[in-house]
């Protein structure tokens, strides 16, 4: 059974940074494309970054573009967001996806099969 777990989420302040994690169990995120997505209340899912499987393509919003960078730790099973010089729209559940099937579904919901629980992360001062 696939499970995807976030964590590192919480309070920041404008112009601060967070770094969320994305553990799985049962699946290798290292073989996995792998998606970021997030949703404000009263708003759809969007993609934020993605990283393609078996490599190092990325792709990103272009609302975080040069703000945010998705990795890999392969040896421990991660795959992290790290998030700079936030906003507070930046603020929302943020979401871990994954789909070992695909190289690169980039920042569509539709393209993965798995996901984590999500987890938020509030931007204020």
């Known amino acids: 059974q696939v499970q995807l777990v976030e964590s590192g989420g919480g309070l920041a302040q404008p112009g601060g940074s967070l770094r969320l994690s994305c553990a799985a169990s049962?699946?290798?995120?290292?073989?996995?494309?792998i998606g970021w997505f997030r949703q404000a209340p009263g708003k759809e899912r969007e993609g934020v970054a993605c990283?393609?499987?078996?490599?190092?393509?990325?792709s990103y919003a272009d609302s975080v573009k040069g703000r945010f960078a998705i990795s890999r730790e392969n040896a421990k099973n991660l795959v992290h967001l790290d998030m700079n010089r936030l906003k507070p729209e930046d603020t929302g559940v943020y979401y871990c996806?994954?789909?070992?099937?695909?190289?690169?579904?980039?920042?569509?919901?539709?393209?993965?099969?798995?996901w984590g629980q999500g987890i938020q992360v509030t931007v204020s001062s």
């Open positions: 049962g699946l290798s995120l290292e073989h996995s494309a």
């Open positions: 996806s994954a789909d070992p099937e695909r190289y690169m579904p980039g920042l569509v919901p539709g393209g993965y099969d798995y």
């Open positions: 990283i393609s499987s078996y490599g190092g393509r990325t």
